[in-house]
């Protein structure tokens, strides 16, 4: 290995350092917690150091953010690809997101909530979350309808579970009708 190779795979492993610290900060301390100083003295670098690799909190999030839509992105997969029928898909696929928000409450923040500096829907959209939406628009595409398109259909679906998911945890939906919030949902759907 190269001097060069290995100074690239230093780097690399100081910003998912940086990365994992960050958001294990945020899950259990919120996102205020999680400053330059902090994470500095948490991962034992310099604040240069890690300002050589993020200008600031705001970058952080967004690798955060990026991190999280690719594992959402996962979980919904997964979810839906073990379901044998549309309703079951779209029940997996609200379950499986609901579940990712509840058990990662700082990173859906960052995907969906704070300002990480990342474009959402137009050309310059990182690929991850392009992905994250593509998890969804792939099982809830097929059920949009005549007339609907499929895009629009997975943007209002994904609204109401984002709706769902931010009032619940913000103790605005008492959580025990989740089940039933979903069913609602689903069964509402005409299509399938």
């Known amino acids: 290995m190269s001097v060069q190779e290995r100074k690239e795979r230093e780097r690399a492993e100081r910003e998912r350092l940086i990365v994992a610290t960050a958001r294990e900060l945020a899950e259990k301390q919120g996102w205020d917690a999680v400053t330059t100083r902090r994470l500095a003295e948490r991962i034992e670098y310099s604040q240069p ?74 050309e310059e959209t990182p690929e991850p979350l392009k992905d994250a939406f593509a998890a969804l628009n792939e099982c809830l595409g097929e059920v949009a309808g005549d007339g609907i398109e ?20 913000s103790d605005r939906l008492p959580p025990e009708y989740m089940e039933q919030r979903l069913e609602v949902l689903v069964d509402r759907l005409p299509v399938i």
């Open 49 to 122: 150091v890690l300002y050589s690799h993020f200008r600031g909190k705001r970058e952080i999030i967004g690798a955060v953010a990026l991190q999280g839509a690719t594992e959402m992105a996962v979980a919904v997969r997964a979810a839906t690809a073990a379901a044998d029928t549309p309703r079951a898909r779209v029940h997996a696929l609200a379950r499986a997101y609901l579940d990712f928000a509840e058990r990662n409450p700082a990173v859906y923040d960052a995907i969906f909530q704070l300002d990480g500096g990342l474009a959402y829907a137009r």
């Open 150 to 169: 499929p895009g629009v259909f997975t943007e209002v679906f994904w609204a109401s579970l984002h709706g769902i998911a931010t009032l619940t945890r």
